[in-house]
């Protein structure tokens, strides 16, 4: 399916599964939800759709997850913790859209600093896939380590207007070399066979505190599978535990399996010295939110991140204080440091806090 | 409500809330669910009901709970880790039910050996409510670290049939020593002001291995409240983290949170070896459940207990068999050992075998 059926949107329209925005006067569609065949985050414009970025199913395992995913060779790219997002020309303008489909005034404006964008020019039809990662990201709270500051781009994969198809991987490695775009580490290709050398790969990337691997099989039907690092699981644990009761319920023990099924494959003892960082990756966020909700009865991250001009500032956090009804977001801090304006902002999380606040007041539960 | 009109117990019926049971010829009416005002364990016999033990609200915090929850003072009761029953003459067998309602064929052949049976001849319109605990009760995976064998009996509660209140306090005392009945062991009358000295208590519960403490107002409302302690959240999360996949979601993070409060409120540090404790809670479980889907494809725990008669292991066995579409209970061996006919079975957590298996053969889930 490249085209969506016009009675299909008005469906999705009719159930609420589609939302019309608006981007400096840019009208779109947004798919909220997966509907039907259609990916969340597919976006629709005036003269062409994106469709939205697939979901991408996990293996646990690798050596028996190769052969049982894989009939081809495939190719292994690095996993960056970052936030899905899609680029591409619209007029003369280039945009950023996130996960979601929506236009992101902060990624959007950031495009130029990353991307040579002599590619849209030759290729207006094309669409590039990236992982934006750093510290100063407003959306994660995780970064690869090896980002100091501020962000980084890091393209994927690379896509067509009104198609849900990528690129063959060779020419998308081309079309990287040829712009000198920013691109995930990409380690070549491994057979199925290849488990130790995977492993091998695997037990650095963990070392080195990166988030895992993403699969691409050399194939027509370019099947995709990813795998990640016991480090990962572990710092997810870490980074959410201050919001232990806001997150969906399955987010931890599914943590502790990929932790604990990685731990078996690597053949990592489970020695006192891990016991010891689950234990404080859940208590240390736990404890802290506990101390936050009594000092000031808010539960909350910050988060900063830098903009060219106070009004995509502004036009940033207006967007994100509605994205969900569990996240409060308030701003901080909006002021120029040298070229940028910096704006700090906390995302506020109301479940936690509300329940802490019932708890620490007296109040009682039946669970 | 003290008797139930037969329109609700037929809208029960019909929605399915309410099973016919059937105990060696007597035929029963179970509540399976709450269903409106009528608690899930309520059992309807031919000349009277069995209302079902209500539940009681939890506090995480003393310092604040006592005055949030109390307007008089209250005793303090052990909270033992067993399986709750409720005991009564029905002609002239006496029976026991489990919490669900269920006349339970192991309870019921051990309340002879435990309590005094004059009390029935006594008293036939009264109710034992009593936990059971021990490391050879055939349904909880933890017990006191006090009872080192078999299991034991502890009466907290005394209702009356065909009514939903319990006994006033000192009643229930005066029954307990008169018929010499086993109890939950009773701290006394505390006042809202008593924090420290309950705090004191709980301390010293916490280094026993105890639960914890059910409070129970002094005053015609009865009111009620449960607080446990760390030691009882962290052997939770223990005992139950080889079945991770399989229990409600919210089981592990609401433990985490008591902990977590427990710790607050008693002035516990954050250390290293609290840390490494609940790191190993979590994994050591989850490891021992991967190591087991490996090698035998089944993840499970076994239990034993004793019976009087094979007969009477059978019926139980057979009664277990169809409690949860999750669980499957195995039959190991039912052996005469002494007195006793020993009963040793499995259950085998279906979710966590089904899951675990599927990504050990490199299966892929989409999360």
């Not at 488990?195 to 895992?212: I, P, S, T, Y």
Request: charged share 30%; glycine share 6%.
């Amino acid at each position: 399916m490249t085209q969506l059926p016009p009675e299909l949107v008005r469906e999705a329209l009719k159930r609420n599964k589609v939302k019309i925005e608006n981007y400096k006067g840019i009208e779109y569609l947004r798919f909220m939800d997966d509907f039907k065949d259609v990916p969340r985050g597919t976006a629709l414009f005036k003269s062409f759709t994106l469709w939205g970025y697939p979901h991408i199913g996990r293996i646990f395992q690798l050596s028996t997850g190769l052969k049982e995913q894989f009939t081809h060779p495939f190719f292994v790219e690095e996993k960056v913790d970052g936030y899905n997002t899609r680029i591409f020309l619209h007029e003369d303008q280039i945009l950023a859209l996130s996960r979601g489909g929506y236009v992101c005034p902060f990624t959007t404006e950031r495009v130029e600093d990353f991307i040579n964008l002599k590619f849209f020019e030759d290729h207006p039809n094309l669409v590039l896939c990236a992982e934006v990662a750093g510290p100063e990201n407003p959306y994660v709270d995780e970064h690869p380590p090896y980002i100091k500051d501020d962000i980084q781009f890091f393209v994927f994969d690379i896509m067509e207007k009104d198609s849900q198809r990528f690129l063959p991987y060779r020419e998308k490695e081309k079309l990287i070399e040829k712009y000198g775009l920013p691109s995930v580490e990409r380690y070549g290709l491994f057979s199925v066979e290849d488990v130790d050398k995977l492993k091998r790969l695997m037990k650095r990337l963990n070392e080195e505190g990166r988030e895992g691997v993403v699969m691409k099989e050399d194939s027509e039907r370019d099947k995709r599978v990813k795998y990640v690092t016991l480090y990962s699981s572990l710092k997810d644990i870490e980074i959410t535990s201050v919001n232990l009761l806001g997150l969906p319920p399955d987010y931890f023990t599914n943590r502790l399996l990929r932790l604990a099924l990685f731990m078996e494959e690597e053949g990592i003892e489970a020695d006192q010295e891990l016991f010891l960082k689950v234990g404080k990756a859940f208590l240390e966020g736990l404890l802290k939110a506990i101390e936050m909700s009594k000092k000031d009865g808010r539960v909350y991250r910050t988060f900063r991140c830098r903009f060219k001009t106070r009004e995509n500032a502004l036009l940033f956090i207006e967007s994100i204080k509605h994205a969900s009804s569990q996240v409060q977001v308030l701003q901080r801090r909006l002021e120029k440091e040298g070229d940028y304006w910096v704006l700090e902002f906390d995302r506020v999380y109301l479940n936690m806090a509300g329940l802490l606040g019932h708890l620490l007041a007296g109040g009682s539960i039946f669970d």
